[in-house]
């Protein structure tokens, strides 16, 4: 039979359209579009980027199925304590921030606290002097876990599917295995000793084997998938209490730790007021105390209002000086103000008062680096923190944004693995000051804000961030990085909104920090050019070359309305959308 090509046009036509009335999504609806992963992807819908390619399709998954960017935060978070066990977790803690498409915004502290039997000399011997090692490696130095909770809290709030869906995904990825990608070979070889010694005589070590780990080979996590199964079918107690509960606190009994049954019955997150600020015509919000990050970004990008950084340009002698001053000066005022809002009285409107901030633009000499000796906090009246945190962002189908990081703060934690349970535990007491005044490993130095007491939360850089501008989204934006965290947010929007780059080369500019103390610029290898780099010593400052600063994950809305999401060229960081 002869079928003339018209019929065939007006079929296709026809078609087409229906297709495209499909995916306009009426109320209720869901989406069949095929979705797309990369590094850098641009969509129309829906945006997930996050620190592994399985977690991504799992959040993505969620959006297509109609869930919302709080059901995918959800999976996401909990495929990432299965797929990514340097920093994905349910033994430790983050910050959340949350925007509707209405603009109402939300922020959700499930940051880990102190145990109930936690003192501020813990980790001090009889003549005041700090036991190196003992805030960072081993069960003393686990706070209480708040990633299950808040999780939970802000599903219970905001999400639209069945919690027992969004964990089913991470559930069936710790039970059938999945393949590890190099960077994660790579890691657990290098952990293998540190495994084997904080766990001594322990029969569940997931991440040991004989012989080396090699990219593409399988890992099954049993003991944690049956963890989640728990907290799929109990949610709040299938971790809290219950067998969960009792096998944590049997390790804790087995190696020394502090943390007890009544800690985790007592844990709670809690909804905290967002810190927002405007630089330029786009306005910042970003997450308050016991987070430094919020306070120091918007810090940050009003102080850089008052020089023409656009005019000087990306990594120029002038900018950089600049920066760096700024850089110096909020990191002091972290050092001196800034903890658990709870248990200390942090000066924040004063930090963030426009009179103030110029006072400290006003000190910055455009000629000569200032000694970080001569910068003082803000005269009124910084704790350790690792590196392997993740951060992910999100934005649904309605235009609702979510920023989320997480961390059990060093690769893995304490390396410690709650026996029969099959998750990692945190050492996040060691963010707190073990020791006022006392340098951690990475130079940075804590004060009396943040010392240890009971169920106070540990000092934080986490900076989830989310950006408007004239009352619409803009930028869903963070990073992994300890103390780098906020400096690394910080020139990814400078990136964007001052020098006009595109996501991705924003994204994977080279970066540089200043922090205070030590006094001096640490910077990614090739990050200035030579005469940059000689003209900054000259005028005072040291620079050091160091390795890759933050991971950051980032969504950025296109002027045609399009999401474009790109996942951090330094890692496995993966965006996914349709």
């Not at 199925?65 to 994905?88: E, Q, R």
């Not at 927002?276 to 786009?282: A, N, Q």
């Not at 009285?345 to 901030?357: G, N, R």
């Not at 933050?550 to 045609?560: E, F, T, W």
Request: hydrophobic fraction near 40%; proline fraction near 6%; charge should be negative.
């Amino acid at each position: 039979m002869k079928i003339h090509h018209s019929l065939i046009f007006t079929f296709l036509t026809l078609f087409a359209l229906l297709l495209q009335s499909c995916n306009s999504k009426p109320e209720g609806a869901v989406l069949i579009v095929e979705p797309e992963f990369g590094k850098v992807v641009t969509a129309g819908e829906a945006m997930v980027v996050c620190a592994h390619p399985e977690a991504t399709r799992v959040g993505v998954d969620i959006l297509e199925k109609g869930g919302n960017a709080i059901d995918a935060m959800v999976g996401t978070h909990f495929t990432l304590a299965v797929v990514y066990p340097t920093a994905g977790n349910i033994g430790g803690g983050g910050f959340m921030v949350y925007r509707q498409d209405d603009g109402e915004t939300f922020t959700l502290d499930f940051r880990e606290e102190a145990p109930g039997l936690a003192s501020r000399t813990m980790y001090q011997n009889k003549k005041g002097e700090v036991i190196e090692g003992l805030s960072l490696y081993g069960h003393l130095a686990a706070g209480v876990p708040g990633s299950v909770d808040g999780m939970l809290r802000a599903h219970e709030r905001f999400g639209k599917l069945p919690l027992a869906e969004l964990l089913e995904p991470a559930i069936q990825l710790a039970e059938n295995g999945f393949a590890i990608t190099a960077q994660q070979a790579e890691k657990f070889n290098r952990y293998r000793e540190d495994f084997l010694q904080y766990n001594p005589g322990a029969t569940d070590l997931p991440l040991v084997k004989e012989g080396e780990w090699k990219a593409g080979d399988e890992l099954l996590l049993p003991t944690l998938a049956a963890t989640l199964r728990r907290i799929q079918e109990s949610g709040r107690a299938g971790f809290y209490e219950g067998e969960t509960a009792r096998l944590l606190v049997e390790e804790m009994e087995r190696g020394g730790g502090i943390i007890t049954a009544e800690d985790l019955l007592n844990y709670e997150a809690i909804w905290r007021e967002p810190v927002e600020g405007m630089y330029k015509d786009v306005k910042v919000i970003s997450m308050p105390p016991p987070s430094s990050g919020g306070i120091a970004l918007i810090q940050l990008m009003n102080m850089s209002e008052e020089f023409p950084l656009d005019e000087w340009g990306f990594h120029s002698v002038s900018s950089v000086h600049t920066i760096t001053e700024m850089e110096r000066r909020v990191y002091a005022e972290r050092a001196e103000h800034l903890g658990d809002p709870d248990f200390w009285d942090v000066p924040q409107e004063e930090l963030l008062d426009p009179d103030y901030l110029q006072d400290r633009v006003e000190s910055i000499d455009p000629e000569q680096a200032t000694p970080s000796s001569e910068i003082q906090a803000l005269s009124l009246a910084a704790a350790h923190e690792s590196e392997q945190t993740t951060h992910f962002s999100i934005v649904d189908t309605e235009g609702n944004a979510v920023s989320v990081t997480t961390t059990i703060n060093a690769s893995y934690g304490s390396k410690v693995f709650v026996q029969g349970a099959g998750f990692l535990l945190n050492n996040e007491m060691d963010d707190f000051s073990v020791k006022p005044g006392y340098p951690n490993l990475y130079g940075l130095v804590g004060g009396e804000a943040n010392a240890i007491q009971p169920g106070k939360r540990m000092l934080s850089s986490m900076t989830p961030t989310i950006l408007e501008r004239d009352g619409d989204l803009l930028m869903v934006v963070g990073s992994p990085g300890g103390s780098t965290i906020i400096t690394s947010v910080y020139q990814t929007i400078l990136n964007v909104v001052t020098y006009d780059m595109p996501l991705e080369e924003a994204v994977a500019a080279k970066r540089y920090h200043h922090q205070w103390l030590p006094d001096k610029i640490f910077m990614e290898e090739g990050a200035f050019r030579p005469a940059v780099a000689d003209s900054l010593r000259e005028i005072g400052h040291e620079l050091e070359v160091r390795g890759p600063i933050g991971r950051v994950d980032a969504i950025l809305v296109q002027p045609d309305g399009a999401l474009k999401g790109v996942g951090d060229p330094r890692g496995d960081d993966w965006a996914g959308g349709f």
